[in-house]
């Protein structure tokens, strides 16, 4: 009998919980080439974790940033600054996802 127990997860993330904001939208287009160049969007492009890349992880941020809540309370600063904390942050889980489906692959073979 084949163990299902450790069947690997693919989680599909929604990073459009409520509806986008206008201002946010804005200042992240302001900072956005700044942003990809101090956060190394290019570095990441040339990876791949799961058929997702650092285009694809910049991507996710800036959507996520946008329909957040509590960015459009924040400063420009404190904005970019959130940016930059939750890139990191979904760069992580990204990475961890594509490990996790790495080490169990084959395993019940």
Not at 7 to 25: D, H, L, M, Q, T
Not at 32 to 58: A, H, M, Q
Not at 70 to 82: G, H, N, S, T, V
Not at 84 to 91: D, L
């Amino acid at each position: 009998m084949k163990d299902t127990s450790r069947v690997p997860i693919i989680r599909e993330r929604n990073r459009c919980i409520s509806k986008p904001s206008r201002r946010v939208a804005n200042i992240i287009a302001k900072h956005y080439y700044r942003l990809r160049g101090e956060l190394d969007v290019e570095l990441l492009s040339t990876r791949n974790y799961l058929g997702r890349t650092g285009e694809d992880i910049f991507s996710d941020t800036v959507l996520y940033i946008i329909h957040n809540e509590e960015a459009r309370k924040l400063k420009e600063d404190e904005l970019i600054q959130l940016f930059k904390y939750r890139y990191n942050m979904i760069k992580f889980q990204t990475i961890k996802d594509a490990v996790s489906i790495n080490i169990l692959y084959g395993k019940d073979l």
